[in-house]
DNA sequence: CTTGAACATATCATAGTGATATATTATTAT
DNA sequence: ATAATAATATATCACTATGATATGTTCAAG
């Protein structure tokens, strides 16, 4: 069996919130899931095709002038009903790449300053993303919109994964820049 | 551009510490740099001989009774050099994709038992994890070989690098199973 | 004496990525 | 005023990655 096409389930998810175009779903996941999510429309508009010939979802035609047509998509109750479904089963097993540990791994041979201002770099681009998440946090525990929200919870929970897996890499930083010294001096 | 190909530089980094078949690069793979990097056949097989041709590696190849030739491989200079010029090079972006919580997002309308089960799973996994790293990194501090070798702080890097993301995940999977218990009782 | 793990290479269908093509309108900077 | 660029909108391409499967032997454990 090849692998399954998460992407499907994901624009799912989108469109169970509300109807919209390839162009309004990448925007939805760049801004709300794009912090564990990524899609791309090399990937969203051939799927949205495929989901309209299994029915789980409808398109309806938009004409504007100057730009191209607004292709709009809603969600059927096939759709929902594969959405749901998908959401009941455990999580798949998925494969891990951090190019930047693959580095490290093989860095001996390689001059500690090279490898220090990686890490320093990593570190200054995580400290910005924390930023980002307390940022959204607090936007999303104010009065405006959200509360009372049943999503809000789950909404919370996926930014504090993303504050957990931060800070955890910035403590991993702090900890191998002070090994890297010790490395210097010997 | 297309994205480049990364297997091909963890294939190099491989072989720099030793040649080997494809097979060898698997389990090798599979045993010291599996909790951050994931290789399959499919990938390697073909990388190696397109490596080949670009005179990066070159194949020896045993005969054996029996069993299928054994293709072994060796890193060229060249190989070398294309090796350490990536390794200074800064890490590239890398995309994300982390289904748990991309359920997460979705599940407000999903029985809070189901999400339960799923955390559940997630941390008994965590936790078999953290224990596995505990060992290999009792195993590289013990005398075994591993004592004045100058990748053994890279490679104890690499380990402390899984602790802190596992042991993150866990505190996350602790609050959410908070967090659920309290929507339960809403 | 049979089941299964280890050894060894290889291919296939499918999935995912990032860049690019195309074209208009609105906004911002010089 | 005008040039640059960001936003709106869809689509495709080349390449990379994944997981399953095919093929076939040897050796150890039950």
Redesign the pocket.
Known sequence: ????????YALLGVLSLGPG????I??FCDFSIGHFW?????????????MEAEELVTKTT?H?????????YFITDTGRDELRHWLLQPV??????FELILKIFFSADIPVENTVEKILQGKKEHEELLGKYLEIEKLLQSEEGYKGNPGLPFWLATINYGKHHVRAHIDWCIETLAMLEEVKHQ
Chains 1, 2 share one sequence.
């Open positions: 069996m090849a692998k399954t096409n998460k992407t499907k175009s390839g162009y309004d990448k925007k990524n899609e791309n429309y090399g990937h969203i508009y051939p799927v949205l095709k495929q938009e504007t002038e100057g730009r191209p047509d607004r292709n709009v798949e097993h998925e494969p891990v790449r």
